[in-house]
Every structure is written in structure tokens, then in C-alpha cells.
């Protein structure tokens, strides 16, 4: 028989491969990887703001992210630097400062790595509850927006010409991205978060040729990344988190394997 | 049949303004229903700038914008679509509307490439593609249209067929058309309006008041007036097979 902690680990899993998919999607479609990372790197803030005003975390890194996203989308507009430099300037002064202020918080025990990798094996039921109902949310969002973001994705020019209004749901989805960063934080840790949200959708490119397919099959990976990896962590007592990521990594390879394939049935 | 013709889009003394220098400065004018509207000039003259302005895409600006309708249709003269995108024409084509899939089906067939239906954005040709994006553009039946070069990079064949399609659609749809080309030819015989740009309004009128104009004659060159020449002269008489003239009455 499988452990609670065990069962409790996969159904997290599970509800961040459902919600990771369509939202890595959009991420390689706008190219925002980079992004991702930016945000997560701003989640270390977050956390330590939650433990310096004892808050949630998850409400404090949501929180933070906002801040860093919107103020990313104001500077993109206002300054001539480049997309990359101005992500770069936020990870890593978001980055330096959450770490300047775990430094006063000494006096605490303070977990770095377990902030960094996470750790799903240790998933109570209230994060459980903040997973399902939060990624619940985060998709439902997304559906009501899909069809003007994608067209804002598409083309920006296009989306605005035709009544669309792509700033604001460039908008909304940031703070989507945002939030899936704040409820899957504490399961796969900051530097896996980003792995999560784009080598399942990477691997759905490589084998799709519309929209709605990638979106699905991105999915598909992340459930099989989340599987694979939990029971190889079980079986070969392998860190669990960095073991999704490992999975979802052999099934990108897989994907180019079959894709080399395709291609050569077609001719 | 004389109805009223209802204005579609207004625009009232606008003026944009990037990085401290003006590239339009001033312009007006309106498209009506049934309509086709077209910009010409020279280079860096605004004509892409003031479309983009008509369709908000520009925001800050100083002037009046006024659209009656928010049915539109746009082909821009650039799009950059990222290929990390799986999409194919079927997707693009209800990307901001939903036609259904016969208007879909009609909109492709009458642009000539609905054998793509199903290929991916990606794999088709510039021509091709131009095609697709005037499709898509059509398929919903918008009341107005923004051509923005429609036939860039379209075979010379397609170029005209395209042409005539556009002026069958502002005829069948009862649509305004605010067309930006370069094509002398075409602007001077399938227009009813003619707006000449050169950072402002350098003149406008129909087509042959236009031609008359000497700002015109200046901006494009002694040839550019003999065009319209040309095109009249046409009318006043037809070929017949062995290639002799016969004289209308």
C-alpha cells in the first residue's frame, strides 16, 4: 500500500501538471521563459516577507510577483533597455534583497534548500486545498480569456485593431503566471517551477501542429512527468522534485525521437 | 438606389508624434460605407502611421479618432508571427471573430488558397500568406476594411485578381475600405477617394482632381500624371480580336 504522504504528493502533482500546462504553453509561445524565472527568483522575496510579517506564503509571493511583473510591464514601456536586461535586473535584485533579508532573520531556521528544490513529499492538506482550488481558479481564468489572449499572442497589432484589448489581458495573464508561481512553490521549489511550466509544453511543440493539440499534450507530459517522477523517487529513494523535472526531461527527448519520425512518414 | 451612406470612420485633425518628431502631422478623413478609401505617398510619408492611428493601435496622439463600427477588418503591411507557435490557417482564421466554417471556407476560396486550409502558418510562402491574411480579414464580414499593402509579394496574376476582389467586396458587403498601396494603377481607377500624405495632407479628391494636382505631380514624378490619362483613355474604345480600335459612340 502507498503512504498518505505519498498519495497526498501525487494529487499535488497532479494539480500542478493540469494547471502548469496550458499556462507553459503560453509561456513559449510569448517567449517569456526568462520571465518565469524572474518571477520565481522574486518569489524568494516573497517568502522571506512572509516569514519577517508572519503571512502566508503563498499570498506573500502571489503578492510579490505582481509587483516585479507589473513593474517589468511599466519599465518595458518606459525604458529603451531590452526585455532580457530588464529581466535580469529584477531576478536578481529581487533575488539580493530576499537574501539581504534572510540575513537579518538569522535567529530563524531557515530551510534555503528546501526552498529552492521544494519538497512534495511533505504536502499537508490545506496546500493540497491551495493547489486544487487555486489551479481550479487559475484555469477557469484562462478559459474565459483564452481566445483574446491567444489572439494577443498571435499578434499584438492585430488583437488591438480588431477590438481585443491585448494590454489587459497581457495583464491578466501575468498575474495568472503569478499565481501559479505562489501556489506551487512550496511543492517544486523555486528552480524547478520554471523546469514544471516549460519542458512539458516544450515537449507538446515538438509534436503538435495547432493550438488546442500542444495545450493537451503539454498536459498529458506533465501528468506522466509527475508519475514517472514520484515513483522513481520511491524506487530508487531519488530527490523528489528534481526527479518530476529529470522525467519530464527523457519524455522531451522521446519527443524529439518521434518527431524525426513523423516527419520522415510524411515524405 | 441612392441611400444615405453612413460614415464609419472619422478621423479629425490628428497629429502623432515619436521620439520628438512628427510623422503625421494634421491629417483628416473619413471613409464611408461602400467606400474605397485610399492613402498614397511617398516612403516615411505616414500612411501606415495614420492607418494604425485610425485603428487605435497608436493611442497617444492628438486629434480625434471616431469609429461607428466595431466590426473591422486589418491586413497590416509587416506581421511578425512568432513559429513557436503551432497554428494553422484554420486557426488563424477565427483568431479575434467566429465565422463559421462556411464563411471560412468562402473567405479562402475567394483569395485562391483554400487548398491550406490545413497547413501550418509557418510552411506557407509570403504570397500564400498574404492571401491568408486578407481571408481572414474578409471571413466575418466586417464594415470596414484596412488594407495596408494587401497584395505585397503576390504574383503580378494574383495582384490584379486580388485588386478586383477588393472592389467586389466594398461593392457586396457594403463595406468602407481605407486602402494604403503603392500601385498608382490601381488607386487611380478602383477609388472613389484619394487621400495624397506626405507627413500632412498634401491634397485629396477623387482620383482625377487628385492627378491634376501639382503637390501630386511633384511627390511622384511626370509619369505619375499620365497614368490616369492612360486609364481614361481606355474607355473611349475597346479592341477587338484581330487588335483594331472600335470607337464607343
Known amino acids: 500500500m502507498l503512504d498518505d504522504f505519498f498519495i497526498r504528493a501525487i494529487l499535488a502533482g497532479i494539480g500542478i501538471a493540469l494547471v502548469s500546462g496550458p499556462i507553459g504553453c503560453f509561456i513559449i509561445w510569448r517567449r517569456l521563459s526568462f520571465f518565469g524565472d524572474t518571477l520565481s527568483h522574486s518569489a524568494l522575496l516573497g517568502i522571506t516577507m512572509a516569514i519577517f ?121 501575468t498575474l495568472l503566471l503569478a499565481a501559479i508561481i505562489a501556489i506551487s512553490i512550496k511543492i517544486v521549489g523555486l528552480l524547478l517551477i520554471t523546469g514544471m511550466l516549460i519542458m512539458p509544453a516544450a515537449m507538446a511543440r515538438n509534436i503538435s501542429n495547432n493550438p488546442i493539440q500542444m495545450v493537451k499534450l503539454s498536459i498529458l507530459g506533465g501528468l506522466l512527468s509527475v508519475l514517472i517522477g514520484l515513483f522513481s523517487s520511491l524506487e530508487f529513494n531519488s530527490a523528489s522534485g528534481p526527479s518530476i523535472i529529470s522525467a519530464a526531461l527523457i519524455l522531451f527527448c522521446f519527443s524529439l525521437i518521434r518527431f524525426k519520425k513523423l516527419s520522415e512518414l510524411k515524405k | 438606389m441612392n441611400r444615405e451612406k453612413k460614415i464609419l470612420l472619422k478621423v479629425e485633425n490628428v497629429s502623432f508624434s515619436k521620439n520628438n518628431k512628427w510623422l503625421v502631422k494634421d491629417v483628416s478623413l473619413e471613409v464611408k460605407q ?52 503551432p497554428i494553422r490557417v484554420i486557426d488563424f482564421m477565427s483568431l479575434t471573430k467566429e465565422p463559421t466554417s462556411e464563411q471560412i ?126 486609364y481614361e483613355h481606355k474607355h473611349d474604345h475597346t479592341h477587338s480580336p484581330d487588335g483594331t480600335i472600335k470607337r464607343k459612340q
Open chain 1, 53 to 173: 510579517f508572519d503571512i502566508n506564503i503563498a499570498l506573500s509571493v502571489f503578492v510579490v510577483s505582481s509587483v516585479i511583473a507589473i513593474i517589468l510591464l511599466k519599465l518595458q514601456k518606459t525604458t529603451k533597455l531590452p526585455g532580457d536586461a530588464l529581466l535580469g535586473l529584477l531576478a536578481h535584485s529581487s533575488l539580493a534583497i530576499g537574501l539581504v533579508v534572510i540575513g537579518f532573520l538569522s535567529s530563524i531556521r531557515f530551510d534555503v534548500m528546501g526552498l529552492l528544490f521544494g519538497d512534495i513529499l511533505a504536502v499537508n492538506q490545506n496546500d493540497l486545498l491551495l493547489i486544487w482550488i487555486g489551479g481550479a481558479l487559475i484555469l477557469l481564468i484562462l478559459k474565459l480569456i483564452w481566445k483574446s489572449l491567444f489572439a494577443a499572442t498571435v499578434n499584438y497589432e492585430l488583437a488591438e485593431a480588431e477590438g481585443m484589448n491585448p494590454d489587459k489581458y497581457n495583464t491578466i495573464f
Open chain 2, 105 to 230: 471556407n468562402i473567405a479562402l476560396n475567394l483569395t485562391g488558397v483554400e487548398h491550406l486550409k490545413n497547413k501550418n502558418l509557418g510552411n506557407l510562402s509570403g504570397g500564400e500568406f498574404q492571401r491568408v491574411l486578407i481571408a481572414r480579414a474578409i471571413a466575418s464580414k466586417p464594415d470596414l476594411l484596412v488594407l495596408d499593402e494587401p497584395v505585397q509579394g503576390v504574383d503580378f496574376k494574383g495582384e490584379i485578381a486580388l485588386y478586383e476582389l477588393i472592389k467586389k467586396i466594398s461593392e457586396e458587403l457594403n463595406c468602407g475600405i481605407l486602402l494604403i498601396s503603392h500601385d498608382l494603377h490601381v488607386v487611380m481607377s478602383a477609388t472613389d477617394f484619394v487621400v495624397c500624405l506626405n507627413g500632412h495632407v498634401c491634397c485629396s479628391g477623387t482620383p482625377q482632381t487628385v492627378a491634376k494636382n501639382n503637390e501630386y505631380q511633384e511627390l511622384f514624378g511626370d509619369r505619375a500624371s499620365t497614368i490616369l490619362s492612360t
Open chain 2, 34 to 85: 461602400g467606400e474605397i478609401v485610399t492613402l498614397i505617398g511617398p516612403n516615411g510619408s505616414g500612411k501606415s502611421t495614420t492607418a494604425k492611428i485610425a485603428l487605435g493601435i497608436h493611442k497617444k496622439i492628438e486629434g480625434k479618432v471616431k469609429k461607428f463600427t466595431n466590426k473591422i477588418g486589418y491586413v497590416p503591411q509587416k506581421i511578425s508571427i512568432d513559429w513557436t507557435l
